[in-house]
């Protein structure tokens, strides 16, 4: 079993649509949960972070972990054709020397 | 501000060849990492260093090897190439090993590797 889950998609959506991204996890040690987004043929970049449990919102973009399920969520408001990108989750143990990544998760924003 | 550089971009190597990739950071970050990338596998981490000198093991370490002598350079030598080492390889650094601390990991733009 992978540490980390993560629908691989393709997520297809019209622009304006709310975007649901999800991961799912086995490491109940984990503390750090990250979401990054990686354009094609690019590395990839950190999009927002949490620690532990709860919901961050940085504009259009919320973050939500729920630590008792394994679970991370990332939501999309009034997506846009640039947020078309792969999105990667992932997370590390406090003191830890390595991320966790999921497989990513590839959107397209449909004009 | 340059931030990870990666050279080459792509290469195509022949079993059993050796070759260096090539890592370079100008943000003074401590923290380098190395990470191959395959469809459906995510990214998994190939070797670390916290520090210049310093380096140890990740995930999937076998047939790589590396070498910190700068704080800037990171490179990551291929001893005998497989074609299971056919995939996207990506450097990182960051501020710190936790990846989530003034901005988390920069990563370059990636080398692709393709062994025949």
């Known amino acids: 079993q992978k540490e980390v889950e993560q629908d691989p998609g393709p997520l297809s959506v019209p622009e304006g649509a709310i975007v649901s991204l999800n991961c799912t996890y086995s490491?109940?040690?984990?503390?750090?949960f990250m979401w990054y987004r990686q354009y094609s043929r690019k590395g990839p970049e950190l999009l927002m972070y949490?620690?532990?449990?709860g919901n961050k919102e940085d504009g259009r973009f919320t973050a939500q972990v729920d630590k008792s399920s394994k679970y991370i969520s990332l939501f999309i408001r009034d997506s846009q054709p640039s947020d078309s990108a792969t999105y990667l989750c992932?997370?590390?143990?406090?003191?830890?020397?390595?991320?966790?990544f999921g497989t990513g998760t590839r959107l397209t924003v449909i004009p | 501000n340059a931030g990870v550089t990666q050279t080459p971009k792509f290469q195509v190597l022949k079993t059993g060849q050796s070759m260096t990739l090539q890592c370079a950071q100008d943000m003074n970050h401590e923290y380098m990492s190395w990470y191959r990338q395959d469809p459906g596998m995510g990214l998994r981490l190939i070797h670390y260093s916290v520090g210049a000198g310093i380096t140890d093991q990740g995930e999937v370490p076998n047939g790589y090897n590396v070498s910190r002598s700068t704080t800037e350079d990171f490179p990551l030598r291929l001893l005998s190439a497989a074609p299971s080492q056919t995939s996207v390889y990506f450097c990182a650094s960051s501020y710190s090993r936790t990846g989530t601390i003034n901005g988390g990991y920069t990563f370059g733009s990636g080398t692709r590797l393709t062994v025949v």
């Open positions: 949490t620690y532990s449990s």
């Open positions: 490491n109940s040690a984990f503390q750090y």
């Open positions: 992932a997370m590390e143990e406090t003191g830890a020397n390595n991320l966790f």
